[in-house]
């Protein structure tokens, strides 16, 4: 398969494809013309890398986790690790954003919105937080 083929085969840009192959997560073949040519477990690589980011492992995760797949003596512990630490991730993620959601809506609430210049929300940006 060429680029175009195994990028419509997986859903990847081809110039997702290229990335992966610059930082060396895939490694194509190259006929002696220098173009690349992918075979089925390419296309499946690429497969399982696009979930993974689709899911937002790390490139270095990502890494991590093709390895671990790739190795059929693999802990099954080493990859419940790795998705752990990344669900914990985003769970912190999630956090700071209901409290930001939480702070923001108290802000819009205080303000009345009409003609007069003060306003709550900009009195709470100006506040020097102590940093």
Do not use: W
């Amino acid at each position: 398969m060429n680029i175009g083929e195994v990028a419509e085969r997986t859903g990847l840009p081809a110039k997702t494809i290229r990335y992966y192959e610059e930082i060396g997560l895939i490694t194509p073949h190259r006929s002696a013309n220098g173009y690349r040519s992918f075979d089925d477990t390419h296309a499946h690589k690429l497969a399982f890398l696009g979930r993974a980011r689709g899911l937002g492992f790390s490139i270095e995760e990502c890494r991590a986790l093709l390895a671990l797949y790739e190795d059929r003596a693999r802990a099954s512990a080493d990859v419940k690790r790795i998705a752990a630490g990344h669900l914990a991730d985003i769970e912190a993620k999630m956090a700071e954003l209901a409290a930001m959601r939480d702070t923001l809506s108290e802000l819009i609430d205080q303000c009345a919105g009409d003609h007069r210049p003060d306003c709550p929300i900009l009195a709470d940006l100006a506040e020097d937080g102590g940093g």
